[in-house]
């Protein structure tokens, strides 16, 4: 492409030195948008693409669209999400967002039975120890199952914590124990090496995944699809969220009489300790 700037006219010249320079936005900005960037009429971008012998722009800008989807998606979202930035596209994006997050938190709840839950909610409450494995993303959605499961069990435990790696976490994982796995693609290759093991020590091994074919999902106990569509640059983990509360609901139901009683103590005791704000706490 290069190797014909030197025969064209002197727009038509302008518009592909820029392509040249910026061809992540070609893959994603409309004609318009793409002709005010590089100061140019959109018919220049036109004749453009049909010098470098496209039958039009789409086709010339399928191109570059190709290229970026081999390359890191969340670099080809967060370029995505540059062109939306114009008052009259952010609507859309709003509106999109809304539509896949509800369309996610829809695939998760059918595709997984309340008797499945349930089934999964036994196993941790009547396991030795139950490990919750979370990195990046997922770090804080593991912790924050293993806080709110605590107040009814002690017996589940986050990892990696204090530092670890999760196969340190998992490392007495056997026969008595459960691990719930979390990852979502692309799979973070240290919580994959981690349920593998735990499922050749003997674990029960729950996996909250995106897919059927992801790695931690093959020989898994139970499944829990959580889809991770989203618009924006990194995959969404609401769904994974909402499983998470939802099994969270089945282990407090499923767990024995006293979990209740022990709940309301802890909870109770926060007040009395001034952990909760109350309304009368600023008059004194």
Same mark, same amino acid.
């Given at each position: 492409?290069?190797? $014909? ?22 893959? @994603? *900005?409309?004609?318009?948008?793409? $002709? ?12 453009? $693409? ?13 191109? @570059?669209?190709?290229?970026? !989807?081999? !390359?890191?998606? @969340? ?7 540059? @062109? ?13 967002? $809304? ?29 030795? /120890? ?6 990046? *993303?997922?770090? *804080? ?14 017996? %589940? ?7 670890? %790696? ?24 240290? %919580? ?11 674990? /029960? ?12 999902? %093959? ?14 640059f990194f995959p969404s983990t609401l769904a994974a969220a909402a499983a998470l509360e939802t099994l969270v609901s089945f282990i407090v139901a499923d767990a024995p009489p006293d979990v209740v009683a022990a709940v309301d103590l802890m909870h109770q005791r926060r007040y009395d300790l001034g952990v909760y704000w109350k309304p009368d706490r600023g008059n004194h």
């Open positions: 492409m290069s190797a $014909a700037i030197a025969d064209m006219a002197p727009q038509v010249r302008k518009a592909t030195a820029f392509v040249l320079d910026h061809p992540d936005e070609v893959g @994603f *900005a409309t004609v318009r948008e793409l $002709a005010n960037l590089a100061e140019v009429h959109p018919n220049t971008l036109v004749r453009m $693409a049909r010098a470098v012998g496209f039958e039009g722009f789409d086709d010339f800008r399928e191109r @570059f669209r190709n290229e970026l !989807r081999n !390359r890191s998606p @969340f670099h080809a979202r967060a370029v995505s999400l540059q @062109f939306m930035s114009s008052d009259e596209r952010l609507p859309a994006l709003y509106g999109e967002i $809304a539509a896949v997050t509800l369309q996610n938190l829809e695939r998760m709840f059918t595709g997984t039975s309340a008797a499945e839950m349930q089934a999964i909610a036994d196993h941790i409450v009547c396991s030795r /120890r139950t490990y919750v494995i979370g990195v990046g *993303a997922n770090y *804080a959605l593991a912790h924050n199952f293993a806080y709110l499961a605590g107040m009814a069990l002690d017996n %589940v435990v986050a990892v990696p914590g204090g530092g670890n %790696v999760p196969m340190d976490g998992i490392v007495k994982a056997g026969p008595a124990d459960v691990v719930v796995a979390m990852t979502f693609a692309p799979y973070r290759v240290e %919580v994959v090496e981690a349920t593998g093991a735990a499922r050749r020590q003997g674990a /029960r091994v729950v996996a909250i995944t995106d897919s059927h074919g992801s790695p931690i999902a %093959v020989g898994a106990d139970h499944l829990i699809l959580a889809p991770s569509d989203t618009p924006q």
